[in-house]
């Protein structure tokens, strides 16, 4: 080595890591420190980061998945590495499976000792066991391929279709030197990462036409179109052809929920009737019942409706996955929807008069009966009196966020309470996970400033309240609300045997979740009516602190499951 060599300045993989993220402008991290990347959290907070600490990595991934479906750059979730990263791959598996763009970034123990399973501290083969749930994973094992790992790392979580990807760090990377010069030419700073995708001009026909031929059309509108950010130009297109659409739970708000052409008040009348459908970044999974069926119109369970379907995907291999897609429409949402505009041109005919009769009839009666229910004031409170206050806070506060998850929580709340604004409904997505509430709540909070609510069942929250500390330590305007109805779905199950166990769906009846948020200085409120309930919200939006509000629900309202019902096996020998 000569003189030269030993006087020049040098770099470490810590510091490449963090220069590397914020060269792509990332500059918050999610996670929850511990070896070997405890002092990447601190260093990463000294460079000017937001460094967002959890108390377990699973809401750290869900904030780090939420976040990158708000802003469509990928959320950081930082482990340690095998409970750890373990802890952060349920998130991981979720945010690919519904498409939003994460990277976890877990230290890994040392590769020699892993490979031949000597036992090393927390050892684990973390890269094998991360593949086949997520959409890539990489491991970096110099320091000089830090930059290509987190811009590849970039690029896959928000390309194409967005999805999660890991990247493994193992431990002796981070403190791996290299000059300092040749480090900072090592880093990539991703040029166009998302690059849009065109779609063919005869498919945009194809599309046209069959949509031309409808006579009783229909628009769905998934996440996908609200994770697209064009949401004048899918305004433009539902509002210029005059079609009636629903918009699927996260899509609520893309257009407001009171708009004219929202069928959402008769999804079931839609959904069968509709002769030609136009799905926009919906996938029809499950929750669309796979296009057929019952719910399509069809004889049977699997049976076709008769519907023709256009659909609008980023991805080729999502057409025909359940039914025939007559005209399959490939390519960015965005550009799809302006090249659609462009077809359609200004005197586009609307849809026959009789269909949009149809529509609006059954749409206002089921609305009128909507709005009898929630004018009652039942006691004790149940879920539609409870929701009657927080569609009314909606309303007056159109920015705020609302986090949902729950069984009934979660339903009435998705059908009840109107959204005004884009992406601002996050909830429990593709699998109907429960565990997303607080980490997306903090997540939502730090990312957008605005004011978080969070309904919550109380069986929900369970999965990741100890995340309130993180929320009073940030000291974020979040404002949880758990309907508390003694359990899952209802509070009133007993032991058939007439042992000391209560039934497995039911909790300590009463619980104050109030309390557990005034053990760490945030406001704490029980509350029993629809007043009360009303009163604590406002409060918390006015004051911006960070409160829980233990709203008692009768324990008697709820049903199994909620809505999906008939999707829960029981036993055939019923007593
Ligand atoms: C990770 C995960 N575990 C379990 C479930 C099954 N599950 C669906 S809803 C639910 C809780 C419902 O109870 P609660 O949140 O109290 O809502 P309620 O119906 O009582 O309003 C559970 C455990 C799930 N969806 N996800
Ligand atoms: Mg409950």
């Not at 990539?188 to 065109?198: E, G, H, L, N, S």
């Not at 090249?339 to 359609?344: D, E, V």
């Not at 829980?548 to 019923?574: C, F, M, Y």
Request: one cysteine or more; charged letters at 20%; glycine letters at 10%.
């Amino acid at each position: 080595m000569t003189t030269d060599a030993q006087s020049q300045e040098l770099t470490d993989g810590f510091q490449l890591v963090i220069d590397a993220l914020k060269l792509n402008g990332i500059n918050t991290i999610f996670g929850l420190p511990g070896i070997p990347i405890t002092d990447l959290t601190r260093r990463a907070q000294a460079e000017g980061m937001r460094v967002i600490s959890f108390r377990h990595e699973q809401n750290a991934g869900n904030a780090a998945a939420i976040a990158g479906y708000m802003t469509q750059k990928p959320g950081i979730c930082l482990t340690v590495s095998a409970p750890g990263f373990l802890n952060g791959l349920t998130a991981l598996s979720n945010a690919t499976t519904n498409c939003f763009p994460m990277i976890l970034i877990s230290g890994s123990s040392e590769r020699e000792i892993v490979d031949l399973q000597q036992g090393d501290y927390e050892e684990m083969d973390q890269l094998a066991i991360a593949k086949p749930l997520c959409k890539a994973a990489f491991r970096v094992l110099h320091a000089e391929d830090i930059g290509v790992g987190i811009a590849r790392a970039i690029r896959a979580a928000v390309s194409g279709r967005p999805g999660g990807v890991y990247l493994d760090l193992p431990a002796k990377l981070f403190a791996q030197t290299m000059d300092a010069e040749a480090g900072k030419k090592s880093l990539i700073k991703v040029v166009d990462p998302a690059p849009r995708q065109i779609p063919a001009q005869d498919a945009v026909q194809r599309a046209l036409e069959l949509l031309k031929r409808a006579t009783r059309p229909l628009i769905l509108l998934g996440k996908g179109a609200a994770y697209a950010q064009a949401d004048a130009d899918i305004r433009a297109l539902i509002e210029r052809t005059g079609i009636p659409y629903l918009p699927m739970s996260m899509a609520k708000g893309l257009l407001p929920d009171t708009h004219e052409q929202s069928a959402a008040a008769t999804r079931s009348y839609v959904l069968a009737e509709a002769d030609v459908v136009m799905l926009v970044g919906a996938r029809l999974n499950w929750l669309l019942s796979h296009g057929k069926g019952k719910t399509w119109g069809g004889k049977d369970h699997k049976d076709w409706g008769g519907q023709r379907f256009i659909q609008i995907d980023i991805s080729p291999q999502e057409m025909d996955s359940n039914v025939r897609i007559d005209a399959p429409l490939v390519g960015d949402i965005g550009s799809c929807v302006s090249a659609l505009l462009a077809g359609i041109g200004s005197n586009w005919a609307k849809p026959p008069a009789d269909w949009l009769r149809a529509v609006a009839e059954r749409k206002n009666k089921n609305l009128a009966k909507m709005a009898e229910t929630l004018a009652k004031d039942p006691t004790p409170m149940n879920f539609h009196s409870a929701l009657n206050v927080v569609r009314d806070i909606i309303k007056a506060n159109p920015d705020a966020i609302l986090v949902n998850e729950g069984a009934n929580a979660l339903d009435f709340t998705r059908s009840i309470v109107d959204m005004y604004q884009p992406r601002k409904r996050l909830d429990v997505g593709t699998w109907g996970i429960m565990g997303i509430g607080m980490g997306y709540s903090v997540a939502a909070a730090v990312v957008s400033g605005q004011p978080v609510i969070a309904i919550e069942g109380d069986s929900a929250f369970g999965f990741s309240g100890m995340e309130v500390e993180t929320i009073c330590r940030y000291n974020l305007p979040v404002c949880v609300v758990i309907f508390n109805n003694n359990g899952v779905y209802r509070g009133t199950d007993v032991n058939p045997t007439g042992g000391p166990d209560v039934a497995p769906t039911v909790f300590v009846k009463g619980a104050r979740y109030d309390k557990l948020m005034q053990a760490f200085g945030g406001v704490g409120v029980h509350a029993t009516t629809p007043a009360e309930l009303r009163r604590a919200m406002e409060e918390a939006i006015r004051s911006r602190k960070p409160t829980l509000i233990n709203a008692v629900i009768d324990e008697t309202a709820g049903t199994e499951s909620g809505r999906i019902t008939s999707l829960n096996p029981q036993s055939a020998k019923k007593k």
